[in-house]
């Protein structure tokens, strides 16, 4: 773990839709290979919450009840990317969401990341986990928290001891509006419409990774650090 946690691993991009487990994957992965991972949502609740110009810009968009534009997001990301804990490698999660994202991370990569970074100058390794619409559609609608404790079930995959109970607390375990089947299936539309074209973009470059989301965590996991080890750049510190 050491060992792989000290060597240049390159750009890492993670797809997949809402429930595919890319969150967990991402997070195994800055684990293992001592590498940030870089979600947009997180960028940008960063970005209103340090009031920087960027975050600024970004909360009169959302307080008109617009979506963030791509220019805004692509330069968060370039902030972030700049940063020094980037310089190994990085994981994207979340990003890019459409082919105009990706375009504009491929020339980033090129014009300025490479000149800078110590992984050399391959491009991305794309991940695709991928699992299928009705047992995404169990994932997202089993899941239940416990309003006291935060502690979040699933009452197909990780059931509490007792029905709609949480097992620390004892309190009703609710359902999240977001959580709700008209609002997932509209979230699971969203993404075919607007982020598969993102995989069929780096499927025409030879870039894309096929794993199967509907592994247990773990064998996803295996899986995921194998496409790595094949596919990325992985060399020593300072190589």
Known sequence: MQQAASRNIGPIVLLGSPGAGKGTQAKRIAVRYGIPQ???????????????????????????????????VCDMVRDRLRQPDCVRGFILDGFPRTPAQAGWLDAFLDREF???????????????????????????????TCPTCGRIYNVHLQPPRVAETCDLDGSRLVTREDDSDAVIRERLTAYEQQTRPVAEYYRRTGRLVWVDGSMPVDQVTEHVFQEIERHGVITADGG
Do not use: C, H, W
């Open 38 to 72: 870089i979600s947009t949502g997180d960028l940008l609740r960063d970005n209103v919450q340090r009031s920087t110009e960027l975050g600024a810009l970004a909360k009169d968009v959302m307080a008109r009840g617009e979506l963030v534009s791509d220019n805004l």
């Open 114 to 144: 490479f000149e800078n970074s110590r992984a050399g100058d391959n491009p991305p390794i794309v991940i695709l986990i991928d699992v299928d619409y009705n047992q995404l559609l169990s994932r997202l609608t089993g899941r239940r």
